[in-house]
Every structure is written in structure tokens, then in C-alpha cells.
């Protein structure tokens, strides 16, 4: 982060202070909720401690969006998405206070409807969002009352942190937990309760129904994929299109294969050693993953989720290919009574 000097950080300081001090009596106002202000906790630790956060908020994204020129006066003054923020921050911060619950929760849903209609996002005041966030062009953006967001995360607009249902959802954890240094590009929608971890680069338009592991980037072509790079500057040199069974394989199409090696992976992305499977490529852009050995047994010690495949250093798990449950299923079933027979 970019250092400033003493009377920049003092400046920004009373601007924020006098934001605060604004939205806060708005809310008081708004709600009738004027017993706040003799509440057991005394408003001005709480701003003040709003304030320690909206700093950070503020000069972490001058320090990373170019539009800004590295000054956080033009993102306190003119950016909405960070209005968003601000009303967020603010309306959590009322949710702790330890008296008048329900004069709380009516001024920090009324200060999370304000900054939903000035910046067009919308923010539970509920939901758990780490240090130095960033909101970048935020309009649609969604945040579910469950989410929980790390630190270093940058979101762009269209961001869906929501539920998997439409209505009649449960009333417990049904929103995503995001780890540090997450970037979620414009209108993925990440649904459920689900884990993506640290590192990830989520490329826009995805939607994400199943964890996500540590240091990945997740694309979507025609098929959800998450990619490891080889650790280079260089361009990727594989590519994966789209994935599904056909016939008795698993067929694979993308470009740049060498010699691919390929791994099945469990739901929480383990290996799947007790499925054994032979790849070749059928032509220049298909490669071809035959199932040719499962463990024996009345069930597989592993099912089958994803596929890993290895090339040129680098990874790309495809995420639950249509179809590579009941293939290996139906491979266990066949070699299960044939072993049954041989020992008749």
C-alpha cells in the first residue's frame, strides 16, 4: 500500500468522520430510534472504529484501481460503489451494539437500503467482510446476510455471494464463505454454502455451486474448469472447451495437449486412487479417458467428482463433468460381478 503523508491520512480522517456522524443520526432519525443514542455503548467508539476500517477500504483501493490515480479523495467523493461500503461497514458495526436489538437491526437494514440505492449493491448488514475490501463498478452486486468475505478481496459488479434457492431457503449458514485475496470478476455467481479459498482468481460469468480450492483460477468456457498455473509469466499453453462422457469414456475437448496425465478427485479435490483410468488422445483436440479399473467392493472407497489433468506444468480441474458419476459407477457394478463370478 501506497504511503501518505500525515495531513492526507488527518483530512481523510474528518471527512470520514463527518460521513459517519451523518448517516448515523440519518439512521437515528429514520428509524425513531433516538434511545440509541443513550444506548450503554457510546456511538463515537463505534464510529471511530468504522472509521479505522473505511481508511484501510479507502487507501487499499486507491492503491490498486489505476482510475484513481493513487487518491482516495476521488474515491470518497464520486465513487458510489464505495458509498456501499461505507453504509455497510457503518450498519454492521450497529449490529453489535449489546442493547435495543430491535431499534439495531432497524437502523442498520435502513442504513443498508440507503447504500443499496445510491450504488445499486446490496449488502446484508450481516455478512462478514474482511479487512482492505474493494467493490469495483458494484451496480447488481449481492451480498447474502451468511457470506462471509476475507481480507484483500476485490469484486467487480454483477457478484452474486447468494443462496441456492429463490424462496424458502434455510434460515442457517446458505451463503458462500470467500477466503483472503479472492478477485471475483463481473457476474459470477457463487451459490450456497460453499468454501472458496485463498488465491483465487474467479473469472467473470461463473457460477459456482462447489468448493473451490486455495491458489486456483477458475474459468468457464463451456464447461466450469479450475486452472493451477506453472508458476511462469508465460501464457497457458492448455485448454480445456468443454467435458462429458460419451459412450464408455470420458471425452476431453481444448487444445494444447502434450503428454496429459489425468486424475480423478474426490468433492474435496483428494485424489481418487481407488479409480484407475488410461487416457489417449482420439485426435489432435480430444483427448479420450477410458475408466479402466476400480477397487472392488460392494461401493468405491472414492467417488469421483472432478478430473485432473497435467500438462506442461501447468493444471486444469474440470469441475463435475456431466455423466463421470454413473460411468464409474457402472464399472464398478460390471467389475464388482465379475469378481463375484470368477470366485463362484
Known amino acids: 500500500m501506497n504511503s501518505f503523508p500525515s495531513p492526507y491520512l488527518n483530512m481523510l480522517r474528518e471527512r470520514l468522520m463527518v460521513k459517519?456522524?451523518?448517516?448515523?443520526?440519518?439512521?437515528?432519525?429514520?428509524?425513531?430510534?433516538?434511545?440509541?443514542?443513550?444506548?450503554s455503548v457510546r456511538p463515537e467508539a463505534i464510529l471511530h472504529s468504522v472509521a479505522d476500517e473505511l481508511e484501510e477500504d479507502l487507501l487499499h483501493f486507491a492503491s490498486v484501481d489505476p482510475a484513481a490515480h493513487g487518491d482516495a479523495r476521488i474515491i470518497l467523493d464520486s465513487y458510489s460503489s464505495f458509498v456501499c461500503v461505507l453504509h455497510y461497514r457503518l450498519a454492521h458495526a450497529l449490529l453489535s451494539f449489546p442493547d435495543r436489538t430491535d431499534l439495531r437491526q432497524r437502523a442498520a437494514r435502513w442504513l443498508a437500503d440507503q447504500g443499496k440505492v445510491i450504488s445499486g449493491a446490496d449488502i446484508h448488514p450481516a455478512a462478514r467482510i474482511g479487512r482492505r475490501v474493494v467493490l469495483d463498478h458494484a451496480v447488481g452486486t449481492v451480498v447474502g446476510e451468511t457470506a462471509e468475505v476475507g481480507d484483500d478481496c476485490y469484486m467487480l459488479g454483477g457478484v452474486i455471494l447468494g443462496a441456492r434457492g429463490i424462496s424458502a431457503n434455510s434460515i442457517g449458514k446458505r451463503h458462500p464463505t470467500i477466503g483472503d485475496n479472492v478477485q471475483i470478476g463481473g457476474f459470477a455467481r457463487i451459490l450456497g454454502p460453499v468454501t472458496v479459498g485463498d488465491h483465487v482468481f474467479i473469472a467473470p460469468h461463473s457460477v459456482i455451486t462447489l468448493d473451490v480450492p486455495s491458489n486456483t483460477q477458475v474459468n468457464v468456457m463451456s464447461q466450469l474448469q479450475i486452472g493451477r498455473p506453472n508458476g511462469t509469466k508465460a501464457e497457458a499453453q492448455m485448454r480445456i472447451v468443454g467435458a462429458g462422457v460419451i459412450g464408455k469414456k470420458i471425452m476431453v475437448l481444448g487444445n494444447g495437449f502434450g503428454a496429459p496425465s489425468v486424475e480423478m478427485l474426490d468433492e474435496h479435490f483428494l485424489p481418487c486412487q481407488s479409480v484407475i483410468v488410461e487416457t489417449a488422445l482420439e485426435a489432435p483436440h480430444v483427448l479420450g479417458i477410458e475408466?479402466?479399473?476400480?477397487?472392488?467392493?460392494?461401493?468405491?472407497?472414492?467417488?469421483?467428482?472432478?478430473?485432473?489433468?497435467?500438462?506442461?506444468?501447468?493444471?486444469?480441474?474440470?469441475?463435475?463433468?456431466?455423466?463421470?458419476?454413473?460411468?464409474?459407477?457402472?464399472?464398478r457394478i460390471a467389475l464388482f460381478a465379475f469378481h463375484h463370478v470368477e470366485c463362484e
Do not use: F, N
Not at 459517519?20 to 444506548?39: H, I, K, P, Q
Not at 506442461?312 to 460411468?327: D, F, K, N, T
Open 20 to 39: 459517519l456522524w451523518r448517516l448515523y443520526l440519518d439512521a437515528v432519525s429514520a428509524t425513531d430510534g433516538e434511545s440509541l443514542m443513550g444506548s
Open 291 to 331: 475408466v479402466i479399473g476400480v477397487v472392488p467392493g460392494p461401493a468405491p472407497q472414492c467417488l469421483p467428482h472432478h478430473v485432473k489433468i497435467s500438462d506442461h506444468g501447468e493444471e486444469i480441474i474440470v469441475m463435475a463433468p456431466q455423466g463421470l458419476a454413473a460411468l464409474v459407477e457402472r464399472k
